[in-house]
């Protein structure tokens, strides 16, 4: 976990991106992060059923909601970034195991060391505690992934 490999082949690999509590505040962590994540290329998917869209993307109540209706798209998501509490995470990482998404990514001070041990002996690159932005611009500088 948290491995610069890890963190190069998820950046370097995805391309849909499900954000789990993406706000349409603008001046939320979760927008500013997912709009740069927009510019530098990636389909960013809100997830919260609080909101109808942000971003310019329909929001899902639900990852399963989400996934279904990519699905018929014919898209996958190959990330979940969670701006969720830590409490939130162990029911997130079930998702993501039996969805079959290849990785999450826990942001800053997103934490839950036993949730994300499950994801990664299934086999999901996992991410925790780290900011997807700043290690994607730091990888794109050819910084490598330190934070």
Not at 53 to 64: F, M, N, V
Not at 100 to 119: D, F, S, T, Y
Request: net charge negative; with cysteine; charged share 25%.
């Amino acid at each position: 976990m948290n491995e610069p490999e890890t963190i190069e082949r998820i950046l370097k690999q995805t391309k849909t991106i499900a954000v789990i509590g993406l706000s349409e505040s603008p001046g939320r962590a979760s927008a500013g992060v997912s709009r740069y994540l927009q510019q530098a290329g990636y389909r960013v998917i809100p997830v919260n059923p609080q909101i109808e869209s942000a971003l310019g993307e329909k929001a899902y109540p639900t990852l399963d909601d989400a996934c279904k209706a990519l699905k018929a798209e014919g898209i996958s998501i190959d990330l979940v970034d969670v701006f969720r509490a830590s409490t939130y995470v162990p029911e997130i990482v079930k998702d993501v195991m039996r969805l079959k998404i290849p990785a999450i990514w826990l942001q800053l001070g997103v934490c839950h060391e036993e949730a994300a041990e499950w994801a990664e002996r299934d086999g999901v690159l996992t991410v925790m505690d780290r900011c997807i932005m700043q290690d994607h611009a730091a990888w794109k500088q050819g910084a490598g992934a330190s934070q």
